[in-house]
């Protein structure tokens, strides 16, 4: 059974920064791409960040690039998402995804998902 928890959404203003952790529930956490992507009201699904198995390669959507950094931790089963300068248009529900195939930043190649997580950023 794989089950993803996010933690570490709140209200935040505008330049403040959250960290976001995820921590999946899988027997063998290092053989999944993980990636978080956010949904805002109204809004379809969008690609945040991911990072592969060995941390050897990170993508990030061009809204969050030079803001977001993206980890993980295969020690301890942890994916984070340290969110920096955050703007209102930052808010949305984050959410946290796996992958036992292919990294992607399309949500079709995420097979497991978290709840989410609510990330407010007030202007």
């Known amino acids: 059974q794989v089950q993803l928890v996010e933690s570490g959404g709140g209200l935040v203003q505008a330049g403040g920064s959250l960290r976001l952790s995820c921590a999946p529930s899988?027997?063998?956490?290092?053989?999944?791409?993980m990636a978080w992507f956010r949904q805002a009201p109204g809004k379809e699904r969008e690609f945040v960040a991911s990072?592969?198995?060995?941390?050897?390669?990170?993508q990030y959507a061009d809204s969050v690039k030079g803001r977001f950094t993206i980890s993980r931790n295969n020690a301890n089963n942890t994916v984070q998402l340290q969110m920096n300068s955050l703007k209102p248009e930052d808010t949305a529900v984050y959410y946290c995804?796996?992958?036992?195939?292919?990294?992607?930043?399309?949500?079709?190649?995420?097979?497991?998902w978290g709840q989410g997580t609510q990330v407010t950023v007030s202007s």
């Open positions: 899988v027997r063998t956490f290092s053989n999944y791409n």
């Open positions: 990072i592969s198995r060995s941390s050897t390669f990170t």
């Open positions: 995804a796996a992958s036992i195939r292919i990294i992607s930043d399309r949500t079709s190649d995420y097979a497991y």
